[in-house]
């Protein structure tokens, strides 16, 4: 395995050359690499209730809506939720279907004085294709990593 430093040093240039305003960016695989090598690094997923149940989620990865269900508004209660459950000082690697709600994720909890947070690029479900899915082109599900639907480990094909 790829030495964890070697991948935060990787995720914290990426940040400043695309003048991101947090710790770092993150590859799928690369997040899954922190997740096995460093017990503080967690893996949070800010998609909604309803996108964990229908499309599927990340084994190990804690839950906390950026947008509620139903009605799609924003969840006051983020940053409370993530304090409660990851605190400051951990990695928190952020997850959502494509990257936009990562990206705020990340943003907000900087914002909030949280020491290292980075943004899972290519979101869960990765970009559209050309016929207009998601699910093979870039993203978590698509570099063939863990995730779990219906209580059924599954790896994309």
């Not at 990765?126 to 998601?134: E, L, T, W």
């Amino acid at each position: 395995m790829e030495d964890p430093q070697a991948i935060l040093t990787r995720a914290r240039e990426r940040a400043q050359q695309m003048s991101l305003p947090y710790a770092g960016a993150l590859l799928p695989a690369e997040a899954h690499a922190l997740m096995q090598g460093l017990p503080e690094a967690k893996l949070v997923d800010v998609r909604t209730r309803a996108e964990l149940e229908w499309v599927g989620q990340v084994p190990g990865s804690l839950a906390i809506e950026w947008n509620t269900w139903p009605g799609g508004g924003r969840n006051p209660n983020f940053i409370a939720e993530f304090e409660s459950l990851i605190g400051k000082n951990a990695i928190a690697m952020f997850l959502c279907r494509s990257g936009v709600r990562s990206h705020h994720a990340a943003i907000a909890e900087t914002k909030a004085g949280t020491d290292n947070p980075y943004k899972g690029l290519r979101g869960c479900e990765g970009d559209k294709g050309p016929s207009g899915k998601r699910n093979r082109l870039g993203g978590w599900r698509a570099a063939g990593l863990p995730w779990t639907q219906s209580g059924q480990a599954t790896v994309p094909r």
